[in-house]
């Protein structure tokens, strides 16, 4: 079992940097990739970002790529999200998820999720 908690989000002006982070629980986190998604107002739940158990393969969508950093340090069972140059599209409730094994892209396949966190980015 495992359990997420997301903190770091907030209001932004646009060109403005935030840093999420996902906290685990359990002991067996580093048996599971990660992925952050953001889910805008009437729009689908999306995966922008993955990290696999290890922290060594990383995965992006191109709308986040070169802006966005994900990272993790499973001695602390936390995964970051380092979020640059923001836009006013990135506004949105972000969310971690776990999954045992390799990264997926459709929520359907995560097996944890946490409570998400709001991220506002201003014009």
């Known amino acids: 079992q495992v359990q997420l908690a997301e903190s770091g989000g907030g209001l932004v002006q646009a060109g403005g940097s935030l840093r999420l982070s996902c906290a685990a629980s359990?002991?067996?986190?580093?048996?599971?990739?990660v992925g952050w998604f953001r889910q805008a107002p009437g729009k689908e739940r999306e995966l922008i970002a993955g990290?696999?158990?290890?922290?060594?393969?990383?995965y992006y969508v191109a709308p986040v790529k070169g802006r966005f950093t994900i990272s993790r340090d499973n001695a602390k069972n936390t995964v970051y999200l380092q979020m640059n140059s923001l836009k006013p599209e990135d506004t949105a409730v972000y969310y971690c998820a776990a999954v045992e094994g390799w990264i997926q892209s459709g929520p359907d396949s995560y097996d944890y999720w946490g409570q998400g966190t709001q991220v506002t980015v201003s014009s």
């Open positions: 359990g002991r067996t986190f580093s048996r599971y990739s």
């Open positions: 990290i696999n158990w290890s922290g060594d393969s990383t």
